[in-house]
């Protein structure tokens, strides 16, 4: 059955967060020891929620749904190169807290004051489909008002040297890579009902498989996982006209129609 989704609030962002674009939402010291895969996710939800005139210090019935693709990647290896340089019992423990994919969503809740229902997605190219899916039975079953649907991609050390020495090792899942790799952040405030700062509508989100894993289009420069589609998702929407939006990606298929929004 058919259920509506508005938009009240969105942010993208490509590259890392400036320490000082944080200034107006929070305390920059607080965020010293936090990952970039992080601070990017957190910096873009607060500009979502600021878009949709909702205040992080006063939240009280909204959701988390977080997609990352592939995790806290750097972190990740730092914990292992731990393990393998200082042996199991002394790894790491700030790397191997950060390393794990609910760090993001703890921080999210932390700095956001953002206490309801939290869903975290890996599922790589389909994780933004995921999650979006996710927030959309939130709102179904009336378990909150609104949902802060963040996306947040990180870079793999490992993959960056793996296409120096070939071009092509992770054909169809990357593409352009003699471009320099760069993270990608993405958050969007949704909700079952429109509010004054809605902008857009979605009528339908669907994802489904298929055997196929080439792909229809290609980002402006090496991404993968969840990060493809968000950068998609936000060129139609500043288009800012109706979209059927259908993109296939290394074997998924999402399909998004939408149109902006006049609230009367």
């Not at 929070?26 to 990952?35: G, P």
């Not at 429109?194 to 792909?215: A, C, F, G, W």
């Not at 060129?235 to 399909?255: C, D, M």
């Amino acid at each position: 059955m058919p259920f509506d989704l508005f938009i009240n609030g969105q942010s993208c962002l490509t590259g890392d967060a400036p320490v000082e674009d944080f200034a107006p939402f929070l305390d920059v010291r607080k965020l010293r020891r936090a990952q970039a895969v992080s601070k990017n996710a957190l910096l873009c939800a607060c500009k979502a929620l600021a878009q949709a005139q909702l205040t992080p210090q006063a939240q009280t019935d909204m959701g988390i749904s977080l997609a990352l693709g592939a995790g806290a990647l750097e972190s990740t290896l730092k914990f292992i190169d731990t393990i393998v340089e200082d042996g199991d019992e002394l790894s790491s423990p700030t790397a191997f807290a950060s390393s794990v994919h609910n760090s993001t969503a703890l921080m999210l809740s932390m700095f956001l004051h953002i206490h309801g229902p939290c869903i975290v997605t890996g599922q790589f190219d389909s994780s933004f489909a995921a999650a979006l899916l996710s927030a959309q039975q939130f709102l179904q079953k009336n378990m909150c008002e609104q949902v802060l649907v963040v996306i947040s991609e990180d870079i793999n050390p490992l993959v960056e040297q793996c296409v120096q020495q070939d071009a092509h090792v992770f054909d169809p899942f990357i593409y352009q890579p003699q471009s320099a790799f760069q993270r990608v952040a993405g958050a969007f405030v949704i909700s079952a009902k429109p509010t004054e700062k809605t902008s857009h509508i979605l009528r339908q989100v669907s994802l489904s498989r298929t055997d196929d894993i080439s792909t229809q289009s290609q980002p402006q420069f090496p991404v993968s996982s969840c990060a493809h589609s968000v950068l998609l998702f936000e060129e139609r929407l500043k288009t800012n006209s109706p979209f059927v939006w259908r993109e296939q990606f290394a074997g998924s298929i999402l399909e998004i129609t939408g149109e902006p929004y006049v609230f009367s």
